[in-house]
């Protein structure tokens, strides 16, 4: 226990601390003034999966001090859904940035900085099932089986809809409390990218990771910004796409801690894979999928 709350703090620090240490040891009583971006961070729902979006947003604006300045990064503790952040950066109120997975009507809403964070991680899904379920599971080979398993996805999250026009029977809930109700029944899924449930299964000793199905679909996740900011949007696309050629991109991605050994630890030679269509992709996006630097190709 004291070593979980330990460990708790430690992350809390380092969500809210990292982007800061840089302005301390690059900047003087001198210096011009800084490139501020504020940015949300939950202290109440910890998530140790923002530490890693937060080190890329760090090394995009490391990348273009030469060309945009010195830059501040303003951890801004603020505990709401993801559709909340999204309107507070279209309100242009509290925060500059958000990231998230994209859709249609977000990039209607925000600018977004079309560069897949992930390099197309986050549509590569599996799913936590209560412990004693993967008998269930054992007995879907085909999609149309797959579909007839009731499905838990949070309630502003585009994976909602893009599962629901597949033909996927979806609850939908909180994103805290989703992990609660799959215990208590109310789905018998929890489709999660593959980076994503093994902080939240080591918590619980209730749930499983389901070991044979692979559901994959385009779900790029970008950066976002308002409208007008402008500048902001170019500074991280440009330090994205320095970082993309000199290499630092891939080799945050492949050893942060959030990532690193991922495709290998989710087994994804062993599982069926079932491949849906997203309908939220907008042109741009789709016709970025073309653009093969930006994709994993390790699991091909």
């Keep these: 226990m004291l070593r979980r709350l330990f460990l708790h703090s430690l992350l809390i620090y380092l969500l809210l601390y990292s982007g800061t240490q840089y302005v301390l040891a690059n900047s003087s009583n001198n210096s011009p003034t800084l490139y501020e971006v504020k ?5 109440q ?13 760090e090394l995009a604006l490391q990348k273009t ?4 300045g010195p830059y501040k990064m303003t951890p801004v503790e ?7 952040t999204v309107k507070l950066v279209q309100a242009n109120q509290h925060i500059d940035i958000v990231w998230t997975m994209t859709s249609i009507e977000r990039e209607s809403q925000l600018q977004a ?6 390099k197309g991680l986050m549509g590569y899904r599996i799913g936590i099932i209560r412990k004693d379920g993967q008998a269930q599971f054992d007995q879907i080979n085909t999609l149309a089986e797959f579909k007839r398993i009731l499905i838990g996805q949070g309630s ?13 029977s979806v609850i939908s809930g909180s994103a805290s409390k989703l992990l609660a109700m799959l215990v208590k029944q109310r789905f018998d899924y929890f489709p999660r990218a593959i ?7 080591a918590r619980r000793d209730d749930l499983a990771l389901e070991s044979r199905l ?8 970008y950066f976002f910004v308002n409208k007008d900011n402008v500048k902001l949007a170019a500074r991280i696309e440009k330090g994205l796409r320095i970082a993309i050629s000199d290499g630092s991109f891939d080799q945050l991605f492949y050893n942060h801690p959030i990532t690193e050994g991922i495709i290998e630890k989710a087994q994804l030679d062993k599982r069926i894979e079932f491949e849906i269509a997203n309908p939220l992709l907008s042109p741009k996006s789709a016709e970025l999928l073309n653009e093969k630097r930006l994709w994993l190709t390790a699991i091909e």
Excluded: C
């Design 195 to 201: 980076h994503e449930p093994w902080d939240e299964l």
């Design 214 to 221: 692979l559901l994959r679909y385009a779900a790029p996740i």
């Design 113 to 118: 900085v079309y560069i897949p964070l992930l």
């Design 45 to 57: 729902f910890v998530d140790p999966k923002q530490a890693y979006y937060i080190s890329l947003l």
């Design 39 to 43: 940015y949300n961070i939950s202290t």
């Design 78 to 84: 603020l505990e709401m859904p993801q559709g909340r």
């Design 156 to 168: 502003d999250w585009p994976d909602t809809t893009i599962l629901q026009q597949n033909g996927f």
């Design 65 to 68: 001090t030469a060309d945009f």
